[in-house]
């Protein structure tokens, strides 16, 4: 899968997939989700943290090995999916099932989708999800920013409702 340099904005079905059955086409095995997360992490071509090479290759194991300092990297490291033996296209097609509806999924929900070992997997991949996507370093929302449901102004203050205090009549 060849994926198109990262922009300053994604855009659906060009960087990300649009649809749940797009997500079944562009990331059909975990070859093809290792090929997008590296895509993700190095929109540019490889790159190494170390000694800031872009000279690289993938080793059998999947990993990364840098060609100027030898270090050996993977594209999941300091991510959600690091160490995880769940397969990459469950975690993906978690990922959309969790951001598709307004509401969300639950965890039961997920085990029932997915297919996931048990209950505890599917409740702890849903809980690194919500960690990866509430983590206090992300940057502030900017540009164009659609909302679905909003809620502007506050409490108002004083009684709600008929008992508010107002005069009837012209008195």
Not at 82 to 92: D, G, Q, Y
Request: hydrophobic content about 30%; overall charge positive; charged content about 25%.
């Amino acid at each position: 899968m060849e994926n198109p340099k990262l922009e300053r904005q994604p855009v659906a079905s060009k960087d990300y997939p649009k649809h749940y059955a797009d997500v079944l086409g562009w990331l059909p095995d975990d070859a093809a989700c290792l090929n997008y997360l590296d895509w993700l992490r190095w929109p540019d071509g490889f790159s190494c943290p170390e000694c800031s090479g872009n000279a690289g290759w993938r080793m059998k194991d999947s990993r990364w090995r840098c060609k100027a300092c030898r270090r050996r990297l993977s594209a999941t490291a300091g991510t959600i999916f690091h160490h995880t033996k769940t397969p990459r296209t469950v975690w993906f097609a978690t990922a959309w099932h969790m951001t598709a509806p307004k509401n969300g999924v639950s965890a039961k929900t997920l085990h029932r989708l997915r297919g996931v070992g048990s209950y505890q997997t599917a409740w702890a991949m849903r809980h690194r999800f919500r960690c990866a996507s509430g983590h206090a370093e992300h940057d502030p929302l900017s540009g164009d920013v659609e909302v679905d449901e909003t809620m502007i102004g506050g409490v108002r203050p004083g009684k709600r409702g008929c008992g508010q205090g107002s005069r009837r009549g012209g008195g």
